[in-house]
Each structure stands twice: as C-alpha cells, then as structure tokens.
C-alpha cells in the first residue's frame, strides 16, 4: 500500500493550495481516506475524510467552509482544496487510508502517506 502526498507549498493568507493523495495497494470494500496535519510543538489534528462506499465527508471546524475534500475514483485520489488559508494552517500535512471507526481520529488507519508541508506566511 503507497500513499503520496503532494501539493504543499508556500502560500500567502487568504491564499489557495490544492493537495493530493494517490493511493495504491488497498483493497477494502469500504474505507475512508483522511487528511491531517501536524504543526510543529502540535498535536496531530485530523481535519478531514471521505468515505469510498458513499463519498460521505466530514471537517474539522477549524477548517469547515474553507476546505473541501473531493475524490476521483478513476485516479485513486483524493484532493483536499484549501482556501481562505490561514497562518494557523501551517503544518504538514497527511492524507491516511484506513477503515475507522471516528474518521477525525488517526489512530485507526492503516497507512500514511510521507507528508507535505503548508506553509501559510506573508
């Protein structure tokens, strides 16, 4: 199972970036693929999934109305576009496949992907 994660960068605030996650390798007949973040001196935060059986999504607060999670199931990839960025959203982020139970949490899925970092600066 491979997860590549891309799409990070340096953006401006109120600035857009769109990440990837190609995943390769699971096979489950239902399963969720998460996006999370880590900011340095910071907890892991999940901040968004998307369900494979019914494209059901969910956020965080901190980013519902600024973030959307899509996926093309064609490509195995899911996008997380992120707008209205903020300096708080700086991390680096991951995108996780896996079948939990509580979609937010991290600790019930599977495989990561390596990480790409958001930085959010002016």
């Known amino acids: 199972v491979q997860l590549q994660a891309s799409g990070g960068g340096l953006v401006q605030p109120g600035g857009s970036l769109r990440l990837s996650c190609q995943v390769s390798g699971f096979n489950s007949m239902s399963y969720a693929i998460g996006w999370f973040r880590q900011a340095p001196g910071k907890e892991r935060q999940g901040i968004s999934y998307?369900?494979?059986?019914?494209?059901?999504?969910g956020y965080a607060n901190s980013v519902k109305g600024r973030f959307t999670i899509s996926r093309d199931s064609a490509e195995n990839t899911v996008y997380l576009q992120m707008n209205s960025l903020k300096p708080e959203d700086t991390a680096v982020y991951y995108c996780?496949?896996?079948?939990?139970?509580?979609?937010?949490?991290?600790?019930?899925?599977?495989?990561w992907g390596q990480g790409t970092l958001v930085t959010v600066s002016s």
């Open positions: 998307i369900k494979s059986s019914d494209g059901v999504t």
């Open positions: 996780a496949v896996g079948c939990p139970t509580v979609p937010l949490l991290g600790n019930e899925y599977d495989y």
